[in-house]
């Protein structure tokens, strides 16, 4: 079975320029969460999504950042303007409701010069 | 917010011992769950405790919820040279209605072959 599927992995850009991340949930669970990780804060749990529908956000960092899920196998989190303290491994993981065990996709790794 | 402590930062054990890591947290969580991460991947789920008191195995690997519900151990025996990686653990208080894992900054191992 497929896994949680992140793109791109990889992702270099200039300060000032949007950054579109990516993420398919697996198949059949209707929760999907993105992480941010850094070695100073360790993983930080941005936005959360039930149904498609966003359930938390506080801890999306400011107005820059913004995520959506347009159905049950895909979301995004876009960054816009990027900032060179935005450069992190940020992850997606997806869990059926109800449940705690989240999986995780490989992450993103952004570099923002 | 739940705070969670995880203990010892980093280890350097020899090939064939036996490990011992812990999280604490300042409140009661329902859930605890371990996972690690090798370089460059996301974290990948290794255990998941639902119940005080409980232990539960994954081959080499033994977690417990500690019967407080505020701290959970998980521990390795033998090493081998592949269980080198970050543990984290993450925990739950589904009981609020939400569930959100809060993670441990983790324990990097290293094994000495």
């Known amino acids: 079975d497929a896994g949680v599927i992140q793109s791109p992995r990889h992702e270099v850009t200039e300060m000032g320029q949007e950054v579109t991340l990516r993420c398919k949930p697996i198949?059949?669970?209707?929760?999907l969460f993105w992480y941010r990780q850094t070695m100073m804060r360790g993983l930080e749990l941005l936005i959360y999504?039930?149904?498609?529908?966003?359930?938390?956000d506080s801890g999306m960092p400011e107005d820059r950042f913004s995520a959506k899920m347009p159905n049950a196998s895909f979301s995004t989190l876009k960054i816009q303007p990027s900032e060179p303290r935005d450069s992190a491994v940020y992850f997606c993981?997806?869990?059926?409701?109800?449940?705690?065990?989240?999986?995780f996709g490989p992450g993103t790794r952004l570099l923002v010069l | 917010g739940q705070q969670l402590n995880q203990s010892p930062q980093s280890m350097f054990i020899q090939e064939g011992e036996d490990v011992s890591m812990n999280c604490t947290s300042s409140?009661?969580?329902?859930?605890w769950l371990w996972y690690k991460q090798d370089p460059g991947e996301g974290p990948v789920l290794l255990i998941a405790?639902?119940?005080?008191?409980e232990l539960t195995s994954n081959g080499r690997l033994t977690a417990q919820f500690g019967i407080t519900r505020k701290d959970s151990f998980l521990n390795i025996s033998a090493s081998i040279p592949s269980d080198v990686g970050i543990y984290f653990c993450?925990?739950?208080?589904?009981?609020?209605?939400?569930?959100?894992?809060?993670f441990g900054k983790g324990t990097k191992l290293s094994v000495i072959p």
């Open positions: 993450a925990g739950s208080e589904s009981g609020a209605g939400s569930y959100q894992l809060t």
């Open positions: 409140s009661i969580f329902n859930t």
């Open positions: 993981a997806s869990s059926l409701w109800g449940m705690e065990t989240q999986y």
């Open positions: 405790l639902y119940k005080a008191g």
């Open positions: 999504f039930n149904n498609n529908v966003p359930i938390d």
């Open positions: 198949s059949g669970h209707n929760s």
